[in-house]
């Protein structure tokens, strides 16, 4: 197994490399940090300027597969051949000795007579006879099994790094209308802004992300240094030409696709103006008086009240 040490050691020695290097890549600057979310993702919101930044965070794991060469295979050698081993001598065979010859008998009668067993030689006892060993033949060289090289393994090396991106929303702009934007001294005009909820999407690291503006509140600056909160009608008291300044207060919050539902990320304050001339409309339309000239006044006669029906007989349209 310690052929495949080298290897690991290359591809550990490189993920290490890579590892002390990344915290010195270039990295952009983000508008706003991040926080909430969860399974490694998460976001946040700056508001400011204008316009509403969303920011996101994910956590990205790249994991890179090393495989290992294996060593060379090894040569297996022979066992070495066993020496032979003398074959044993044969053992030398016994000498038997003839047997002696009987002593002649003398038959004296036809009878047969036996000599007494302690006349009687024993005979000799017969020496067993020893067979030779036999010389066993030499066995053929035994070789040896040889481990077969493991098959190559994959070096997986997993590195943790983040992936971030953000993108800016603003809301749509108002236009104010006065009607009517001549007036005579004395008399109301109308001032309407056209402010409504609206939304405004794009995508952040491939999710999409919904902007909703909600306007909550809006204020008035008539120009001849009066405001209100929401009165949405003015008459002046002497002559000239005014910018009429609407100011609207949105509710600004996001949602990004697969998290958490609307989020708040503070208000955003949009402006627009509009210009109301007042004199004297019989001398003249436009609002100015000669010099030395007394101001005077017209009456007009109208079906009914102007304010939320500009289309009655008599008002300005």
């Not at 050691?9 to 270039?26: D, E, I, K, Q, R």
């Not at 008086?289 to 939320?308: E, F, N, Q, W």
Request: hydrophobic share 40%; net charge positive; proline share 13%.
């Amino acid at each position: 197994m310690n052929w495949r040490i080298p290897n690991q050691l290359t591809a550990l020695a490189g993920a290490t490399l890579l590892l002390v290097m990344f915290p010195y890549s270039n990295t952009p600057v983000w508008a706003c940090s991040t926080g909430g979310g969860s399974g490694g993702f998460s976001y946040g919101s700056q508001t400011g300027g204008g316009s509403v930044t969303v920011c996101a965070r994910a956590a990205v794991e790249t994991r890179t597969v090393a495989v290992a060469k294996p060593a060379p295979k090894p040569i297996a050698k022979p066992a070495p051949a066993p020496k032979p081993v003398a074959a044993p001598k044969p053992a030398p065979k016994p000498v038997t000795k003839p047997a002696p010859k009987p002593a002649l008998k003398i038959l004296l009668t036809p009878a047969k007579l036996t000599p007494p067993p302690a006349l009687l030689k024993p005979a000799p006892k017969p020496v067993p006879r020893i067979a030779p060993k036999s010389t066993p033949k030499p066995k053929a060289p035994v070789l040896k099994p040889v481990a077969k090289p493991p098959v190559n393994v994959p070096v997986v090396i997993s590195l943790s790094s983040s992936s971030a991106g953000q993108a800016s929303f603003s809301p749509a702009s108002i236009t104010v209308v006065a009607s009517p934007s001549q007036l005579a001294l004395g008399e109301e005009t109308f001032l309407a802004v056209d402010a409504m909820v609206h939304y405004r999407s794009g995508s952040i690291l491939g999710r999409a992300t919904d902007v909703r503006f909600e306007p909550i509140a809006t204020s008035w600056n008539y120009g001849d240094g009066s405001t209100a909160g929401s009165v949405p009608w003015h008459s002046y008291a002497e002559f000239g030409t005014y910018s009429v300044t609407a100011t609207v207060t949105y509710s600004v919050s996001y949602q990004i696709a697969g998290e958490s539902s609307w989020v708040s990320a503070g208000e955003i304050a949009v402006s627009d103006s509009a210009e109301v001339s007042v004199g004297d409309q019989g001398a003249d339309p436009g609002g100015s008086v000669p010099d030395g000239a007394a101001p005077t006044s017209s009456v007009r006669l109208v079906a009914k009240t102007c304010i939320g029906n500009q289309s009655a007989y008599g008002c300005m349209h």
